[in-house]
């Protein structure tokens, strides 16, 4: 069972606030992943990440910015949320990249649903 | 990009049916996973597959990985109502790179 967490589940914020998404992970995974996704429609990559200190673009555009200071903990900001914003995010984590651990799977936590208004 | 497509994109069958769903892909991927999707969740792991021509089973379900690895399927034997869900597929064309996912399969189970 994997150890995934993500906090808020649901969040609802007017206009032009400033937000951060929480996601932890106790496996001491390298891999974490943001992923954003409309209800019942595909899943979208936004932001990656291989280990501390480093942070990648994902393959769909996106206002947020990521940190990961910590092996454990992947933050998401938006720093001026906008309706367009409304989604839910999607933490993952995965071993590697280390030798041997190319394929691992992804663990996904259970979300935060985002409303801006 | 890469891109998957899964079939079909949702179905209705009655509990107790077998349900067969799969994956395509214009490229060659080198692993294939299934994911099983519960409204408001995440996505949760059901198979992994490392291997052409692999077959691995979970309970009911069982998932193959393609011999051209350029598709997979997922098969769930006698349907029960908790079936119900989007199951995704997730194929990668490269280690260590990321994975890409279908639009999903939607699954109705109808008593």
Redesign the interface.
Same mark, same amino acid.
């Given at each position: 069972e994997?150890d995934i967490y993500?906090t808020p589940r649901y969040l609802v914020i007017g206009t032009g606030k400033k937000i951060t998404l929480e996601c932890s992970q106790t496996m001491g995974h390298d891999k974490m992943?943001w992923y954003q996704q409309d209800?019942?429609?595909?899943?979208h #990559?936004i932001h %990656?990440s291989y280990g501390v200190n480093s942070t990648e673009k /994902?393959?769909l555009s996106s206002e947020s910015t990521v940190s990961r200071i910590r092996t454990e903990h992947f933050p998401l900001t938006l720093e001026s949320a906008r309706p367009s914003h409304t989604s839910q995010y999607?933490c993952?984590s995965s071993e590697?990249?280390r030798l041997g651990q190319? &394929?691992s @799977? #992804?663990?996904?936590? &259970?979300?935060t $649903?985002l409303t801006v208004t | 990009?890469q891109q998957l497509n899964q079939s079909p994109q949702s179905m209705f069958i009655q509990e107790g049916e077998d349900v067969s769903m799969n994956c395509t892909s214009s490229s060659i991927f080198?692993?294939w996973?299934w %994911?099983k999707q519960d409204? /408001?969740? /995440? @996505?949760? #792991?059901l198979i992994?597959l490392?291997k052409a021509g692999e077959l691995t089973s979970n309970g009911r379900l069982t998932a193959q990985f393609g011999i051209t690895r350029k598709d997979s399927f997922l098969n769930i034997s006698a349907s029960i109502p908790s079936d119900v869900g989007?199951y995704?597929c997730?194929g $990668?064309f490269g %280690?260590?790179q &990321?994975?890409v996912?279908?639009?999903?399969t939607?699954l109705s189970v109808l008593p």
């Open positions: 994997a993500q992943y209800p019942g429609m595909e899943l #990559l %990656y /994902g393959d999607l993952a590697g990249p190319f &394929n @799977p #992804l663990h996904f936590g &259970n979300g $649903r | 990009g080198n692993t996973l %994911y409204p /408001g969740e /995440g @996505p949760v #792991l992994a490392y989007i995704f997730a $990668r %280690y260590g &990321n994975f996912f279908g639009p999903g939607r």
